[in-house]
T-cell receptor, first 114, second 116 residues
């Protein structure tokens, strides 16, 4: 069935270090992969997304890579800052009879220590 | 522009009571999604609509849960009767259907529901 696995579940880094979160998906027809950041008590907010016709996308300190053959994609955060501390969710699109939805990973709690 | 608007932000009620959660999607968006978030189960899709029509309600946990979208600017999620295990944060999200391309979902601030 439709499934997105996300690792690690928790990640602790020192300020200034890099952080990498990895996701794998099961549906080979998935073609859209957003990443959301959720701060404590807040709503998930889109931070970056990538489509299947692109292998990498970058926006300042964050980047996402996609390997369609292996069906995995990753979020990279460089020069981490304490305000990057949050839960990060990956997602993959599922297209069913012409309608679209997302399947979310289980989340990674990132803690950046000063 | 206003984002997705949900009400109430918090709801505390006793077991057995009816609960109604409300959502106003972003104007012009034709997809609306209802999610439930708990520590144990993460972010679960309950039901979604396209052009006000329910497309997939396979995530609705039980018949106690129902959702409607009477028009393009309003949707409700109802739980009747409510149970303590329904306690969670309920998010509504909306998106625009691109011409064959998936579009980002935009989330509301959620309703934190506590059933005593």
């Amino acid at each position: 069935g439709e499934n997105v696995e996300q690792h690690p579940s928790t990640l602790s880094v020192q300020e200034g270090d890099s952080a990498v979160i990895k996701c794998t998906y099961s549906d080979s027809a998935s073609n859209y992969f957003p990443w959301y950041k959720q701060e404590l008590g807040k709503r998930p907010q889109l931070i970056i997304d990538i489509r299947s016709n692109v292998g990498e996308k970058k926006d300042q300190r964050i980047a996402v890579t996609l390997n369609k053959t292996a069906k995995h994609f990753s979020l990279h955060i460089t020069e981490t800052q304490p305000e990057d501390s949050a839960v990060y969710f990956c997602a993959a699109s599922i297209r069913n009879t012409g309608f679209q939805k997302l399947v979310f990973g289980t989340g990674t709690r990132l803690l950046v220590s000063p | 522009d206003a984002g997705v608007i949900q009400s109430p932000r918090h709801e505390v009620t006793e077991m057995g009571q009816e609960v109604t959660l409300r959502c106003k999607p972003i104007s012009g968006h034709d997809y609306l999604f209802w999610y439930r978030q708990t520590m144990m189960r993460g972010l679960e899709l309950l039901i979604y609509f396209n052009n006000n029509v329910p497309i997939d309600d396979s995530g609705m946990p039980e018949d106690r849960f129902s959702a409607k979208m009477p028009n393009a600017s309003f949707s409700t999620l109802k739980i009747q009767p409510s149970e303590p295990r329904d306690s969670a944060v309920y998010f509504c999200a909306s998106s625009l259907s691109g011409t064959g391309r998936n579009q980002p979902q935009h989330f509301g601030d959620g309703t934190r529901l506590s059933i005593l």
